[in-house]
């Protein structure tokens, strides 16, 4: 059994920066990819960035000049490092685990909102 859950999320300012955390544990060993994804207020769900058993992260286009995944493996944390916020970015930040059995283990969420 896997679990997740993210933080780290709050009200920051246009061109402010923010880092959220997630947080896996149980099987760890069973996770091949964490994912971030974001859903805005009345939009669908949107990926964000990956990271995978090769190390390194990939990014949605419009996000990797200002967004960054790095992992603490000591911790178990995955962090999702945004800079220059837009009011734009202000959605519900989650976390997804993927195992090798097939299953995903999301996260509750974390809000992040940019305002002035």
């Known amino acids: 059994q896997v679990q997740v859950v993210e933080s780290g999320g709050g009200l920051v300012q246009p061109g402010g920066s923010l880092r959220l955390s997630c947080e896996v544990s149980?099987?760890?060993?069973?996770?091949?990819?964490i994912t971030w994804y974001r859903q805005a207020p009345g939009k669908e769900r949107e990926l964000v960035g990956v990271?995978?058993?090769?190390?390194?992260?990939v990014y949605a286009h419009a996000l990797r000049d200002r967004f960054t995944i790095s992992i603490h493996n000591a911790s178990n944390l995955i962090y999702l490092q945004m800079n220059s916020l837009k009011l734009a970015d202000t959605a519900v930040y989650y976390c997804?685990?993927?195992?090798?059995?097939?299953?995903?283990?999301w996260g509750q969420g974390t809000q992040v909102t940019v305002s002035s």
């Open positions: 990271l995978g058993d090769g190390g390194r992260p």
């Open positions: 149980g099987n760890i060993s069973s996770i091949y990819a």
């Open positions: 997804k685990a993927s195992e090798y059995n097939n299953k995903e283990t």
